[in-house]
């Protein structure tokens, strides 16, 4: 990756911290250090305000370059900052959501006059929620590489296969054209593996996590997705897979059917459609993000699908979400959410319907905002494509 | 699960937290969730040392049973606790290595009379490396399953492939023996996929893990692994992958080879066996971790390999370490682990060495510690197999 893209992306992070008075970030997690450093390592990058920004590296040991320096411990940092002619900052930010507590009491003690903050979390992520260039056309290589795997989904069908079957083949076309696998979550609490294939009435199997659709998965031990279920004529399939390619993760959703399904279902997922064309027409800098979820309520409220929007048993109250090095950035499209809309943000907007004895239908695509709308990265048919046609 | 295994669980926590005068614990992590209460939810598990524990849920809202009571929010717990008739905990642990600084901080507000202490991490580690005989059997069925899976992988190999191709086809086979993906990691350092697939030089490559065995991976926003290296006639191939079927990590690596190696690589294939055994012989309750390491330490460089022991560039300072429901637990066979060896502990003892201009070579099985020694979990052959062959 280029200097100047990282450049860019700390400068970032410092306009935020020095419209708080902070005078320097030590960043230690993994997706931090993927945004700031372009790779994992394990080690730390100091970020003061007004002085270039410094790695100090563990392993591999072998990294090296213009301000990078070896380390063994973090309270070796004083000394290192010492020897970079660098002051003990005065006001420091720690990454409160994102390190463990007896992390973060470690690393705080290595500043014993400093004012130890534990906002980190909170401004990276802000400033990684409006996305650089590079970061934009990194997803949109993503979405054709998601799209082009999706493409493959109706020749990996058999009849008779259970949805875990069918989920495995799409894993594996993911896989073939570069997903990297790995699912990046936010916080410590949801675990996915690579996504979800829901067919018919597992979708309504609720989840632990804040998800639209659940499903009972194979063992509890890792809930949510495809269960075993032998995929019957006359029910939907939902294939939600994470697509992260290049680091970004890309989020795209598409439903296909097992033979015809009753009309009903049609209707629904034309009422997903019309959803999503709804907000992406309204969708703009400076719109707030509960707008756009009022807009989905209410549509979905008039065409009577209230009570099975974003699950029946358990509803979600979101219809999309930012997406970046993680599944779960911000914005968060869901009530009360006032943040407004940026040029740069890229977002999941996925409404989405489960019909019992049917099974999900709905709608997906990744979304970057531009200077005045929002524009669709990912690009793949939208209707039901019937497995057995 | 039967409600007896989940007690024979929380008992074990229990007994340490009563040698160390703590009254009750909050458990909130996934993976001590499924382990007291034997699936992920939304919630917190209260454990005190004198009554049955409570489980306060979040999601999903439509669990119920004895003991189970909805949460909305954490700051809810004294008001349900008293609910419950349970008073206030004097000395409360927390997950101080795995919740999150704020998270904890959160939590811990929620008991403002109470002594916090962040070693319930560490506790219910301890409680968790000795293992009841349920968990050794869904081990030994994880072997199994683990076993049968790479019995194909000699027929998934093509001449021309990448070692990625492979991978993704080894993952494949995985996948359909019920492997459930997750690669489940203490601490939020290590992010895996499924595991690795290394051949050839890439893996001399450092990892920036404290692994044995790196990989350049594709993407430095995981690495490790394969790396998309046209895999050569002469080179090595080992297989390392999570094995994760029930929940439980079950540890096995196999090399393969494309065509004939060189001498020195079935030499030193020799050596890694030979320390596996010497380390299974001695292997035994009462035995300290140290001694193990130093066993192999001193077997490989009498054999004149330590320069490429577990590694080159950066080599791995351990030959095992515990197992569990997530691939790094308690004990570690590394130097200076003083700790010695009980009876249910399940660790995995991985002696590898890397050739250069060769590849990986070496061995990796699960072995649980019975009263007076070790069995092996992981029974599969044990040469190198070669792909042409």
Redesign the interface.
């Known amino acids: ?1 280029l200097l100047s893209e990282l450049i860019q992306r700390r400068d970032k992070i410092r306009d935020i911290m020095f419209k708080e008075g902070i005078d320097a970030a030590l960043i230690a ?2 997706v931090n250090l ?1 945004y700031t450093f ?6 730390y990058l100091y970020l003061p305000l007004q002085a270039p920004a410094r790695l100090f590296v ?5 990294l090296s370059g213009e301000h990078i320096l070896p380390i063994r411990k973090p309270e070796q940092l004083p000394e290192l900052l010492a020897q970079c002619g660098l002051p003990m900052p005065k006001r420091l930010m ?1 990454e ?10 470690r690393l705080s003690a290595c500043f014993p006059g400093t004012e130890v903050l ?1 906002c980190g ?1 909170r401004i990276i992520r802000q400033a990684r929620s409006v996305k650089t260039l590079w970061e934009i056309e990194t997803f949109r290589r993503s979405a054709q590489a998601h799209a082009v795997a999706y493409s493959h989904i109706p020749q990996l069908f058999q009849e008779g296969m259970t949805d875990l ?1 069918l989920s ?1 083949e799409v ?2 076309a993911m ?2 054209q ?1 997903c ?3 699912f ?1 979550v936010f ?3 949801m ?4 996504g979800s294939l829901l067919t018919g009435d597992n979708a309504q199997e ?5 998800f639209a659709l ?1 499903g009972k998965g ?6 949510g997705g495809a269960c075993g279920h032998t995929m019957q004529r006359g029910e939907s399939v939902m294939v939600d897979m994470g697509g992260n390619f ?2 970004y993760m890309c989020d795209m959703s598409r439903v296909y059917s097992v033979g015809k399904l009753p009309q009903r279902a049609y209707d629904a997922h034309q009422c997903c459609l019309d959803i999503q064309q709804e907000v992406a027409e309204a969708a703009k800098p400076g719109v707030p993000c509960e707008e756009l979820y009022q807009l989905a309520a209410d549509r979905v409220e008039k065409a009577g699908f209230a009570d099975c929007f974003m699950g029946t ?2 509803q979600a109250k979101f219809i999309g979400h930012g997406i970046g ?1 993680e599944i779960n950035e911000a914005p968060v499209l869901a009530p009360r959410i006032k943040q407004e809309l940026e040029p740069g943000m890229v977002f999941a907007l996925e409404p989405k319907i489960v019909l019992p004895g049917v099974g999900p239908v709905g709608i997906e695509n990744s979304w970057v905002v531009t200077a005045d709308g929002v524009e669709k990265l990912t690009s793949a048919p939208e209707e039901i494509i019937d497995l057995l046609g």
Do not use: C, H, W
Not at 58 to 62: I, N, V
Not at 218 to 223: A, E, F, H, Q, R
């Open positions: 990756m997690t993994n993927i372009g790779q994992v390592v394990s080690g563990k392993r591999p040991a072998s720690l409160g959501d994102e390190l463990s507590f007896n992390e973060y009491q534990a979390s079957q495995i894993e594996r896989r073939q570069g990297l696998g790995i990046r916080g410590q609490s675990e996915i593996f690579m609720a989840s632990p996590y804040d659940g194979v063992d509890g031990s890792i809930p290049y680091g048993k358990q090095l």
